[in-house]
């Protein structure tokens, strides 16, 4: 199972996008964490946005208060509601957000069926909880639950993997020679790539490009490759290296059929369509380029991007770390081309999620909930003796259709039933 843990600061973003996917029937919330259920189990973006304001609003110095997880199994794994539930009870727990405010929401819109967790990590007293160590911290955590729940492990050698540092070529040490060899002998063996242009992207994080030379000999056409260091600019700073210094492994026959070999492995790799919604949520969750790229790189993921003379955006590639494979955007996704973003970061044409054209009817009334109420609400600790419960706290709430009024999105009722602690 593959976790993805997300920082950042945009509620309203993380929500809308779990909330599309229910919207279009391509998803459930399955559990809500100390969060007052509605009436007729209908929910709106407002008032999960609502729900958390006493705690973004408590906030004493905490720069990113939101946490967006996923936890993704192997498509091969068949995993029931009660089980994602009881997965996403136990993960937030033991990462220290058991009694914070969350929402479960299952995702059914590609072939694994994965949750997606929205929390904050700043408690009702504005403190920020710990998160020292969270990815660490996570990968036991899902270690463990590939065991309890009969899950797809992890193979030894990919936690072999995983384990594996390459340092970026430093030309102000020198020997740059042994430098560019001790990455591109084993880049091969780690990372999948498929093409030329994904494992320059990939070279790139380590200052290094490949080119490719051609040539004739004896009336025939050679193909070659040499490597060059790179400064922190990109710049070239070393004469060229033959590909034939390092090894049969840094050679374009070789790496030819590494490209294919990576394309069959990476049709089927379950990493693809986790990378594809880490992707998306950080479009819609980040306002420029500069804040895109720290999101993911914040959750092990590297983005390249190739411009032209002009400035234009020709190549977007994300080199995801924890599972050592490099994609192009529009392998990802059509939508996720250089394109997409060329339009977005240089002509401030964003994508916007597209939201389902309902009629508009009247929301439910605790959309309109003072803060102040919701945050006593929040912090009560609902003894027996409390008479407040969460059918009084909604029982004037108005019609049956629960919407939210400024997306004209009239919900779906849930198909499956919700657990709430």
Same mark, same amino acid.
């Given at each position: 199972m593959i976790a993805k843990i997300g920082k950042g600061s945009n509620m309203y973003g993380a929500i809308l996008y779990n909330q599309q996917k229910v919207d279009n029937e391509n998803g459930?919330? %399955? %559990? $809500? =964490?100390?969060?007052?259920?509605?009436v007729d189990g209908r929910y709106s973006l407002a008032y999960f946005n609502k729900c958390f304001e006493p705690y973004l609003s408590a906030n004493i110095k905490t720069e990113k208060t939101v946490r967006h997880i996923s936890l993704n199994p192997d498509p091969a794994d068949k995993v029931s509601d009660e089980q994602f539930t009881a997965m996403a009870q136990e993960y937030m727990e033991r990462m220290g957000y058991g009694n914070q405010p969350y929402i479960v929401f299952k995702h059914t819109d590609i072939d694994r069926t994965h949750i997606h967790i929205v929390s904050t990590c700043v408690g009702?007293?504005?403190?920020?909880?710990?998160?020292?160590?969270?990815?660490?911290r996570s990968m036991a955590i899902c270690r463990d639950l590939e065991t309890k729940y009969n899950l797809q492990k992890a193979t030894q050698q990919e936690q072999k993997q995983a384990n594996k540092v390459l340092k970026p070529v430093d030309c102000h040490k020198g020997d740059i020679k042994s430098q560019i060899a001790s990455v591109v002998r084993h880049l091969p063996k780690y990372y999948s790539f498929s093409t !030329?242009?994904?494992?320059?992207? $990939?070279?790139?994080?380590? =200052?290094?490009?490949?080119?490719?030379?051609?040539?004739?000999?004896?009336?025939?056409?050679?193909?070659?490759?040499?490597?060059?260091?790179?400064?922190?600019?990109?710049?070239?700073?070393?004469?060229?290296?033959?590909?034939?210094?390092?090894?049969?492994?840094?050679?374009?026959?070789? $790496?030819?059929?590494?490209?294919?070999?990576?394309?069959?492995? !990476?049709?089927? =790799?379950?990493?693809?369509?986790?990378?594809?919604?880490?992707v998306e949520l950080a479009i819609h969750t980040t306002s420029n380029e500069t804040d895109f790229k720290k999101q993911l790189t914040e959750q092990g993921i590297n983005t390249v991007v190739r411009r032209n003379s002009e400035g234009r955006i020709y190549g977007m590639t994300f080199i995801d770390h924890e599972v050592r494979?490099?994609?192009?955007?529009?392998?990802?996704?059509?939508? $996720?081309?250089?394109? !997409?973003?060329?339009?977005?970061?240089n002509n401030d044409n964003k994508p916007e999620l597209k939201i389902q054209d309902n009629p508009v009817s009247k929301a439910n009334e605790?959309?309109? %909930?003072?803060?102040?109420?919701?945050?006593?609400?929040?912090?009560?600790?609902?003894?027996? =003796?409390?008479?407040?419960?969460?059918?009084? %706290?909604?029982?004037?709430?108005?019609g049956e259709d629960y919407e939210e009024e400024q997306f004209a999105n009239r919900m779906k009722k849930k198909k499956h039933p919700k657990h709430r602690r």
């Open positions: 459930a919330v %399955l %559990l $809500l =964490n100390k969060i007052p259920d509605t009702i007293d504005g403190k920020k909880i710990p998160d020292d160590y969270d990815h660490k !030329m242009g994904s494992y320059n992207a $990939l070279l790139s994080l380590f =200052n290094i490009t490949a080119e490719e030379v051609k040539g004739e000999r004896n009336g025939e056409t050679v193909n070659g490759l040499v490597y060059v260091a790179l400064d922190e600019n990109g710049n070239k700073v070393s004469n060229p290296f033959k590909a034939s210094l390092f090894g049969k492994d840094a050679g374009v026959a070789q $790496l030819q059929k590494h490209f294919e070999q990576s394309k069959e492995k !990476m049709k089927a =790799n379950p990493a693809r369509s986790v990378l594809k919604n880490t494979t490099v994609w192009n955007g529009s392998q990802l996704d059509r939508n $996720l081309s250089a394109n !997409m973003f060329n339009d977005w970061w605790i959309d309109n %909930l003072p803060t102040k109420d919701l945050f006593e609400f929040l912090s009560q600790e609902h003894s027996p =003796n409390t008479d407040l419960g969460l059918f009084s %706290l909604l029982s004037d709430a108005q």
